[in-house]
T-cell receptor, first 113, second 113 residues
Framework: DGGITQSPKYLFRKEGQNVTLSCEQN?????MYWYRQDPGQGLRLIYY???????QKGDIAEGYSVSREKKESFPLTVTSAQKNPTAFYLC????????????FGEGSRLTVL | GENVEQHPSTLSVQEGDSAVIKCTYS??????FPWYKQELGKRPQLIID?????GEKKDQRIAVTLNKTAKHFSLHITETQPEDSAVYFC????????????FGTGTRLKVLA
């Protein structure tokens, strides 16, 4: 069953700790994306990657880091430098073909105490 | 930078009435405009999309129109049903080398029975 999987679904961390959110896809998609969703602010782009070993900053990259060592995986680290990390994080992927559809994971809700 | 404005932020309609959600994009190089529906607690899913070489597209009760000159695009839902209640996001994609998707802030649609 193909899809995009995010884990964990819920995560609680203390202030000052780094946190890594996992995103794995078995759709053989080339491009992967991380979005942050806050009430009233829609989906804001954090980082995206179009191929392995390459990624670009989105609009709100400060305080976040990513890696793309494998085509299937695009983990996001929320560092202690992120001023307001509590949010809902969505990962998405897209095939390299000229189709537009982004396939989203079910999201990870991070709460920093 | 690129920006997508979406209105209204909330919309309530009676069952059977029509609903219209409007978006405006800033980047004239955008050439693909998807609409996503996010039901409560679920992942966003593509419901319809339109490319810049087309002015209108329809799929059963939903349609999207695009005015490239004005940089406006709209989602139209006719004969609304309670299951249409959700948050709807528009997006614009810039496709000159980087497939970057910028989302609007979302519209919460409530269909009243």
């Amino acid at each position: 069953d193909g899809g995009i999987t995010q884990s964990p679904k819920y995560l609680f961390r203390k202030e000052g700790q780094n946190v890594t959110l996992s995103c794995e896809q078995n759709l053989n998609h080339d491009a992967m994306y991380w979005y942050r969703q806050d009430p009233g602010q829609g989906l804001r782009l954090i980082y995206y990657s179009q191929i392995v070993n390459d990624f670009q900053k989105g609009d709100i990259a400060e305080g976040y880091s990513v890696s793309r060592e494998k085509k299937e995986s695009f983990p996001l680290t929320v560092t202690s430098a992120q001023k307001n990390p509590t949010a809902f994080y969505l990962c998405a992927s897209r095939t390299a073909a000229n189709t537009g559809e982004l396939f989203f994971g079910e999201g990870s809700r991070l709460t920093v105490l | 930078g690129e920006n997508v404005e979406q209105h209204p932020s909330t919309l309530s309609v009676q069952e059977g009435d029509s609903a219209v959600i409007k978006c405006t994009y800033s980047d004239s190089a955008s050439n693909y405009f998807p609409w996503y529906k996010q039901e409560l607690g679920k992942r966003p899913q593509l419901i319809i999309d339109i490319r810049s070489n087309v002015g209108e597209k329809k799929d059963q009760r939903i349609a999207v129109t695009l005015n490239k000159t004005a940089k406006h695009f709209s989602l139209h839902i006719t004969e609304t049903q309670p299951e249409d209640s959700a948050v709807y996001f528009c997006a614009a994609r810039h496709s000159s080398g980087t497939y970057k998707y910028i989302f609007g802030t979302g519209t919460r649609l409530k269909v009243l029975a």
